[in-house]
């Protein structure tokens, strides 16, 4: 689509107060970086075996080996902190202090990444966890607690000490801490991975900006479908075409847009500072 068609279409929802609402997944922090989830760097060994990370990331595993999950995802945590937020992050948290009430960022990434760019807790639905946070195991509390930021930093492969066992204890219990993670054997709820809103905000959106995810798991994809069964439109930005991609361009006035975020996001933004309405006088 030409430049001046998508930001044409870009315009037309902002004149229209439509509400703008964005779903970012691993290709965005790719390019800060991070490996994703399904390459090469997701594998882990064990002994003499390699596990896959569907295999890593379950419930049922943290059961069987509590400490070496807990390694992997120490791992992942450490690969994260080391990263920084890129432009297309920055870019995400602009439009939402631009829209306000109008914006709602769902993201798949564990990383913290667009909080750290600066988007908003109020508006931004973190349907998969955080990385560095954790909770009981034994559910006998339901607050989320920071990862101890002496866990950040490990050897890749160093064995948990009697010491980091016990920062990983729950204080209210004295049972195990667990990541606060979607598991692949669990599913979303609204307590901790906000099911129900992020629905409820497909519902009210105009305008999806879909941007580095290719749809792996099910509540993207309502999002996605949710969008377009209400006649609203579906822009996807990612380097290679995905099951958003045939979406996009089913929806009214909707786009692929082959380029990183990190490259494309910006001049969105620009687009969006420009055609959104002057403020009401006082």
């Not at 002496?150 to 890749?156: E, S």
């Not at 910006?266 to 959104?276: A, D, K, M, N």
Request: charged share 15%; with cysteine; proline share 8%.
């Amino acid at each position: 689509m030409p430049l001046s068609d998508w930001a044409a279409t870009i315009r037309q929802h902002l004149s229209q107060r439509s509400r703008i609402s964005v779903l970012t997944g691993a290709g965005i922090s790719a390019e800060s970086g991070i490996p994703t989830f399904r390459g090469p760097e997701g594998y882990w060994t064990v002994g003499s075996k390699a596990y896959h990370p569907q295999e890593m990331a379950t419930l049922a595993m943290f059961h069987q080996r509590p400490d070496d999950v807990w390694q992997w995802y120490l791992h992942r945590a450490t690969v994260c902190h080391q990263a920084a937020p890129n432009p297309g992050h920055r870019a995400i948290a602009a439009m939402g202090d631009l829209l306000g009430d109008r914006f709602t960022l769902m993201t798949q990434n564990v990383d913290g990444l667009h909080q750290r760019a600066g988007s908003r807790d109020h508006h931004t639905f973190q349907i998969h966890g955080n990385v560095f946070q954790v909770r009981c195991a034994a559910a006998c509390r339901p607050d989320l607690l920071s990862l101890p930021a002496a866990l950040i930093g490990r050897d890749k492969m160093q064995p948990l000490s009697a010491l980091e066992r016990e920062l990983l204890t729950c204080p209210g219990c004295g049972q195990r801490l667990r990541p606060h993670v979607l598991w692949f054997d669990e599913s979303y709820d609204e307590t901790y991975f906000k099911f129900h809103s992020s629905l409820a905000a497909a519902a009210q959106t105009g305008l999806l900006l879909v941007v580095g995810t290719s749809g792996a798991t099910n509540l993207p994809n309502q999002v996605a479908w949710t969008v377009l069964q209400n006649g609203g439109t579906i822009m996807d930005v990612n380097p290679t075409p995905n099951p958003f991609s045939e979406l996009a361009r089913r929806s009214p006035g909707g786009a692929f847009i082959q380029q990183p975020s990190g490259r494309f996001l910006p001049e969105l933004l620009q687009v969006i500072r420009q055609g959104l309405p002057a403020p009401d006088p006082p």
